[in-house]
């Protein structure tokens, strides 16, 4: 079974580029999450969406931050302007019903120079 | 979440039992305890989670105290691919924070050889 899948990998842009990251949730899971990890910290929720819905947005800086899961399957997260503190993992994880067993994809290393 | 307290690092040799703490002193009646581990360049990794009984599974087990105000986690073998950041977790039991997990800064385990 394949797990979660994100893409890119990693990113470089230029401060107030726009950039986005893409996720492919496990098949069948309903409950997507956006974590933001800087380094030497743990992972920080920024959205939760249950299906199509975004159930808790509370930690999204929506000034720059925007995201969507249209259908309800894969999600896309966007920056735009890229500020020079973005720099961080953006982690996708994926659950059944809300679960706290989330599983995780690899994140996206973006750098912003 | 109910706050936890994890020693920033330990250190296990290859082959011997890794046992890692947790404090969860103002843990609630209804609340789990939840342990994911996280190698580098890599997304957090669901570990086990427990409520009160002791509970074991293919990665670890999970031994929760009588009063359920600290838990341990039990690695029997640790192997150098055990080399991580371990997170305790206790996720609020209900509400509109459910299943949403906080991430502290974990306990960075190394496994020498």
């Known amino acids: 079974e394949a797990g979660v899948v994100q893409s890119p990998r990693y990113k470089i842009i230029e401060k107030k580029q726009p950039v986005a990251f893409w996720c492919n949730p496990i098949?069948?899971?309903?409950?997507l999450y956006w974590y933001l990890q800087n380094l030497g910290q743990g992972p920080e929720l920024l959205i939760r969406?249950?299906?199509?819905?975004?159930?808790?947005d509370s930690q999204l800086p929506k000034d720059r931050f925007s995201a969507e899961r249209l259908k309800g399957v894969d999600s896309t997260l966007k920056i735009q302007p890229a500020e020079l503190g973005d720099s961080a993992v953006y982690l996708c994880?994926?659950?059944?019903?809300?679960?706290?067993?989330?599983?995780f994809g690899p994140g996206t290393r973006l750098t912003v120079t | 979440d109910a706050k936890t307290t994890q020693p920033p690092s330990m250190d296990c040799a290859e082959g011997r039992a890794a046992n890692l703490p947790c404090n969860h002193s103002?843990?609630?009646?209804?609340?789990?305890v939840y342990w994911y581990r996280q190698i580098h360049s890599q997304g957090p990794q669901y570990i086990i989670h427990?409520?009160?009984n002791n509970e074991t599974n293919e990665m670890a087990s999970l031994i929760i105290t009588e009063d359920r105000k600290s838990s341990t986690l039990i690695l029997p073998h640790a192997t150098l691919r055990d080399t991580a950041v371990y997170y305790c977790?206790?996720?609020?039991?209900?509400?509109?924070?459910?299943?949403?997990?906080?991430f502290g800064q974990g306990t960075i385990l190394t496994v020498h050889p």
């Open positions: 977790i206790v996720p609020n039991a209900g509400g509109t924070s459910y299943g949403k997990l906080t």
């Open positions: 994880a994926s659950s059944l019903d809300n679960g706290r067993e989330q599983y």
């Open positions: 103002t843990i609630s009646g209804n609340e789990y």
């Open positions: 098949s069948g899971h309903n409950t």
């Open positions: 969406y249950e299906n199509e819905e975004a159930v808790d």
């Open positions: 427990g409520l009160k």
